[in-house]
């Protein structure tokens, strides 16, 4: 007798290769089936007929290669049921691979992709309003500030500035309105980017809490994005959270022996900008540590200790 | 006796070497003397001194070093009238070198960052929606379309591509709002370019139509752009304006002997997308070379000549 299953149901042969029993699962059993199978134990269905069937002495769970050209033979008139339940699990296992921290890295990555297009198009803005007001450009260091206050005029800026014999040349009004409704653009840009790294800062304290107390919700999302996900990050050491984001320095130095990059992203974090310059590469080791726990206590949902593990690195670099 | 002339005025010096007579420019005139010294003529001014002093032998126009060192001490008493004078110069031709052509090249620049910038939250806005409806995104190449559809919703979008059992995530009420927020921004990128287009086609037509009505306005205005100015595109031959755009591909063939490129950006202009692969270079040529008249018509501010030169290639190439 042979006890063979798949994701349609368990099927128990006869010596003749003739289906005597089966069972058929629902769409929900087949998913618990796989899940089951994943982690290497028995599917309780089965053990139902091990359970019957357990004085027959030849009862075969792993029949060979012919028994099992046969057996597919014999279940081909479940070949149609076998193909819908296939689609739907497939389905269903695409639709549950995406997980909460793809959707951080989604955030995350039109952050930074914002961040570019203003920089771009403020750039362009500069240029442009140069031949207005070339005395302000280079006082509005900040780009976000830049936009608004060409939106906010001319008269203002000039008044602001104390221009009073400029080089601009003053452009025809339909010209000043084009470079305006430029400016507009640029700032609602500004204003998408602001509310998304809201967000960004609302999923991350709700999906990795440790990881955003630890590292900042916007360097951890930046992390976790180059990581790919949550489950990679918590496979990487330390060292390797440590350089995620120099990947280019890392290379450079194993191909010509240049000097090691001593960290990535996380040269943000606010820990690392005020530690001094010997000390930067001992901070990033020690926050890359605390990052590396932060990140396995999230992962598998630990309680909340990214407050004391903050306030150990803070007293280390005091 | 020395005639002396800079942009304050025209001074006579006496053998002694003091001012014997002057005049002083007003600022209008100043303007003019560098105009005039720009042609290589000789202001009016020291015309009329030239004339009264004619019966004088030894007047001199180009006082020697070891005299001209006197002469600007005398003029110390001017000092800060020529540091004003110069300022206010310099502000003048700072104003005027911002010529119609340099306002068409931040426009038509403005128009490709947008573009990119576009191209790059579209395909952000793409990979997001793809865990909500993977089943739809290969299905809507169109970039500009896109976000305007993911704008009018799931239900429709789902609907339209009879997506019954998708493999999608249905998102949370809040994700779906940020997704469309994000949309929204690209569509509003997307809008302001096609206004920005509809304005460059308009100052195109007004300063360089004949370059407008023979390229094209959004190519014309590329043209200007790589070439920095009208006047630059003036003085290049027709072969540059044929690759104008294509240098890398031209500098790959100087140095590697590669095939040389037949066109740069004029390879977007109907003519040259309508024609064989055969015959693009030849295309190409004609297209640069009345592209190259065109220009000048317009530099030089000749007659409308654009639809006489584009019904030639018209001709050439039915």
Known sequence: MYLYSNILGVFVFNQNLQIREKVLFSEQESREYLKILEKGEIPSQEKIFLEKFK??????LEPDDSVLSVINTLLMDFKDM??????YLTKTQIRESVTDDLLIIQVSS?????????NLLTK????????VLP???????????????????YDRLRADFAVINGMGKKLSAEDMAEIKDFADSINLLQRQKESKELFLEKIMRKTCPNLTEVAGHLTGAKLLAIAGSLRNMVMMPASTIQLLGAEKALFRHMVTKSKSPKHGVIVEHPLLQRVSRQDKGKAA????????LAVKVDYFKGNFIGDKLK???????R
């Open 110 to 118: 039109s952050i930074m992709e914002l961040g570019k297009s203003i």
């Open 55 to 60: 004085s027959i002495k030849n009862l075969r």
């Open 82 to 87: 076998f193909y819908e339940r296939n689609l």
């Open 124 to 131: 362009r803005l500069r240029e442009w309003y140069g031949y």
């Open 311 to 317: 306030a150990e690195l803070e007293a280390k670099f």
């Open 135 to 153: 005395e302000v450009e280079d006082k509005l260091q900040d780009n976000s500030a830049f936009s608004e206050r060409v939106i906010e005029g």
């Open 285 to 292: 080791r020690s926050l890359a540590d605390k990052i590396s």
